[in-house]
């Protein structure tokens, strides 16, 4: 019989939604309505009903199961290879429901008006205090932006307010727009006190997208979150880039150009190794693709390279 460890089963309860989205599960499966199905095709016959937020699902042609069923079934992956995925992801996914579609356009909409709303940092904005406080930052990227008043939305559709934040451009390879990164901060600089306080606004699909803290020469990094980016750049003295999360990373693109590669990766605590397992499975697909890559994982356990 197929059995995964229970701390994966436990923490997964909730969160099917987001990591079937977040491994590349088209959201509109997702939704507890009836229509085609993913594995077979079926008109109208498969519905995602995620009883006791197990990820159950039914189809009258192929069966029904959980979460875990309809990632092998969809992806053709082993039970294993399904487990180790949903372990390197799980941490960065928030329990509740796949929220309703949105059409590209009201989301190029919101994207553009919030980049509007927003100002080039300061050294005394809060985003400035935030990066001197953090990393001695000075001078910040111009992908890097000061938002005065932006609103939090939680999960469940509260609205918690206005804050302070960091907005950051997310980029494709070719240097067009992906999406928005978001820090909501305290008037002070501090993270503000919000359940989620780094969250990336509805866009265009992320792979191979990441914020440009940096021009990209012949010799190029990439980091998992912006913070520990910025402080690789300073250990490194090389430009790195942010991913911002570390299934962004794995699935990174370097532009044009680049011929040499530093893979900045967190060093993740805990039995997923997720920082570690995605540097080195985006070093192996770059030599594969003829870069020349190094990887750089911080001595301690628990850190990235802005703790460093």
């Known amino acids: 019989m197929q059995t995964t460890k229970p701390r994966t089963a436990e923490e997964a309860i909730g969160r099917w939604p987001g990591i079937l989205q977040a491994l590349g599960i088209d959201p509109a499966f997702l939704t507890k309505k009836h229509g085609p199905c993913p ?7 498969f519905r995602f009903d995620d009883k006791e937020g197990r990820g159950t699902w039914f189809c009258s042609g192929c069966g029904s199961g959980d979460g875990f069923r309809l990632l092998q079934q969809i992806k053709g992956m082993a039970f294993k290879e399904a487990a180790q995925e949903i372990d390197r992801i799980i941490g960065t996914v928030p329990t509740g429901p796949i929220a309703a579609q949105r059409t590209d356009a009201s989301k190029i909409e919101a994207l553009t008006n919030v980049w509007k709303a927003s100002r080039p940092v300061t050294r005394n904005d ?14 910040a990227s111009g992908d890097l932006r000061y938002h005065p008043a932006l609103r939090y939305t939680d999960t469940d559709g509260t609205d918690l307010g206005r804050f302070p934040a960091m907005l950051a451009r997310m980029r494709y390879p070719d240097g067009s727009g992906a999406s928005i990164h978001r820090t909501y901060l305290t008037e002070s600089g501090e993270k503000a006190l919000v359940p989620q306080a780094k969250k990336i606004m509805a866009g265009k699909p992320l792979n191979t997208a990441a914020v440009r803290l940096g021009q990209a020469s012949s010799r190029l990094g990439i980091a998992e979150g912006i913070e520990s980016a910025l402080g690789a750049a300073k250990r490194f003295g090389v430009p790195v880039w942010a991913a911002t ?3 962004l990373l794995e699935s990174w ?7 040499s590669v530093l893979i900045a990766g967190d060093n993740d605590a805990g039995s997923s190794w997720a920082g570690q397992a995605a540097a080195f499975a985006l070093a192996k697909r770059l030599v594969r693709e003829g870069y020349a890559v190094e990887v750089q994982i911080p001595s301690d356990a628990g850190k990235d390279w802005a703790d460093e």
Do not use: S, T
């Not at 693109?253 to 011929?259: F, I, Q, T």
């Open 39 to 45: 594995m077979c095709g079926g008109k109208d016959r």
């Open 253 to 259: 693109v370097p532009p044009a150009g680049v011929e």
């Open 245 to 247: 999360n570390a299934v």
């Open 126 to 139: 809060p985003v400035g205090l935030y990066l001197h406080r953090r990393l001695g930052i000075e001078q």
